[in-house]
């Protein structure tokens, strides 16, 4: 079999945020809404950090509006949840992000819940959850929209295929398949008790990987013609030249052996990664609409 199609996330999210660049600019144009993205960062975390550059950056080349909260690791969470109500009352500010992880000693929960429904462009207040779930309108995460971007646009219609998501975390692996149920899949949630889990995988015409464990899903694994989305991002070292190590990005498929077999399947790096950042501005284009009752643009 010859090598898969490649599914170009990086390319695939570049005409999108050009896309939501031409609508910002109908926006203000004909209402003078500038849509703003407040991205909230605890800490120093390094990871966290360039992503939360690289979403303000974007944001900006978007025509949007980024407003940066960088707090100190050791702020109470009596202070995060004030700097997040500020953030609510603020009506300049239509999409609000809290960087995760938190340091230890702050609740994730509460802070999510603190963050106006309307305003979460992440998709995890506990009311955007349930939204998907019963098929009402609100922000989907930002992630699993992106996977379904792309399968969109190499399948086309995916009704009535057999779908595995594998991984149940609330960031992706639920709303994943909240996400495929709707476009009519038939779906099977596996994770690290599910039996015979190679088995049940090679049972997929679509094929989402969501552990967190690098390159665990191999070629033999796969069936033959699926479409594979890899959303796993695994920072692991790799032997260099004169006994040097390095770091290099994998995901959780590999990707070699998985390539002689699969229909498409998306790279790590350059594939969902990108469409998670423009998903988040999209949705903060939506947020911005929704909360001054205008219609989305089109362009």
Same mark, same amino acid.
């Given at each position: 079999?010859?090598?898969?199609?490649?599914?170009?996330?990086?390319?695939?999210?570049?005409?999108?945020?050009?896309?939501?660049?031409?609508?910002?600019?109908? +926006?203000?144009?004909?209402? @003078?809404?500038?849509? *703003?993205?407040? /991205? %909230?960062? $605890? &800490?120093?975390?390094?990871?966290?950090?360039?992503?939360?550059?690289?979403?303000?950056?974007?944001?900006?080349?978007?025509?949007?509006?980024?407003?940066?909260?960088?707090?100190?690791?050791?702020?109470?969470?009596?202070?995060?949840?004030?700097?997040?109500?500020?953030?609510?009352?603020?009506?300049?500010?239509?999409?609000?992000?809290?960087?995760?992880?938190?340091?230890?000693?702050?609740?994730?929960?509460?802070?999510?819940?603190?963050?106006?429904?309307?305003?979460?462009?992440?998709?995890?207040?506990?009311?955007?959850?349930?939204?998907?779930?019963?098929?009402?309108?609100?922000?989907?995460?930002?992630?699993?929209?992106?996977?379904?971007?792309? +399968?969109?646009?190499?399948? @086309?219609?995916?009704? *009535?295929?057999? /779908? %595995?998501? $594998? &991984?149940?975390?609330?960031?992706?692996?639920?709303?994943?398949?909240?996400?495929?149920?709707?476009?009519?899949?038939?779906?099977?949630?596996?994770?690290?008790?599910?039996?015979?889990?190679?088995?049940?995988?090679?049972?997929?015409?679509?094929?989402?990987?969501?552990?967190?464990?690098?390159?665990?899903?191999?070629?033999?694994?796969?069936?033959?013609?699926?479409?594979?989305?890899?959303?796993?991002?695994?920072?692991?070292?790799?032997?260099?030249?004169?006994?040097?190590?390095?770091?290099?990005?994998?995901?959780?498929?590999?990707?070699?052996?998985?390539?002689?077999?699969?229909?498409?399947?998306?790279?790590?790096?350059?594939?969902?990664?990108?469409?998670?950042?423009?998903?988040?501005?999209?949705?903060?284009?939506? /947020?911005?609409?929704?909360?001054?009752?205008?219609?989305?643009?089109?362009?």
């Amino acid at each position: 079999m010859s090598d898969a199609v490649l599914i170009d996330g990086k390319a695939f999210a570049a005409q999108l945020r050009e896309n939501i660049g031409r609508r910002a600019a109908i +926006l203000k144009k004909q209402h @003078g809404l500038v849509p *703003g993205l407040a /991205a %909230v960062l $605890v &800490g120093e975390n390094p990871a966290s950090q360039i992503y939360v550059r690289n979403k303000e950056k974007q944001t900006i080349e978007a025509g949007m509006a980024s407003v940066g909260r960088h707090l100190p690791a050791d702020i109470s969470e009596a202070d995060l949840m004030a700097v997040v109500a500020e953030l609510n009352a603020n009506p300049t500010v239509h999409g609000i992000l809290v960087q995760l992880p938190l340091p230890d000693h702050i609740a994730k929960k509460p802070i999510i819940e603190m963050i106006n429904v309307a305003k979460d462009v992440d998709g995890l207040h506990p009311l955007n959850v349930g939204a998907l779930s019963s098929g009402e309108e609100g922000l989907v995460p930002c992630t699993p929209r992106g996977c379904m971007m792309l +399968l969109d646009d190499v399948l @086309g219609d995916l009704t *009535g295929m057999n /779908a %595995v998501v $594998v &991984g149940r975390s609330n960031i992706v692996g639920k709303p994943m398949a909240q996400l495929l149920l709707a476009a009519n899949c038939t779906v099977t949630m596996a994770h690290s008790r599910t039996k015979d889990l190679p088995g049940l995988c090679r049972t997929a015409d679509i094929l989402i990987a969501a552990i967190g464990r690098p390159k665990m899903i191999n070629g033999d694994w796969i069936k033959p013609g699926a479409t594979v989305i890899d959303v796993g991002i695994n920072r692991v070292e790799v032997q260099g030249d004169e006994e040097s190590s390095k770091i290099r990005l994998v995901g959780d498929v590999d990707f070699d052996e998985a390539n002689k077999v699969t229909g498409a399947i998306t790279p790590v790096p350059g594939g969902v990664g990108p469409m998670t950042i423009a998903c988040l501005l999209e949705n903060t284009l939506i /947020a911005c609409c929704r909360q001054n009752g205008v219609d989305i643009p089109e362009a």
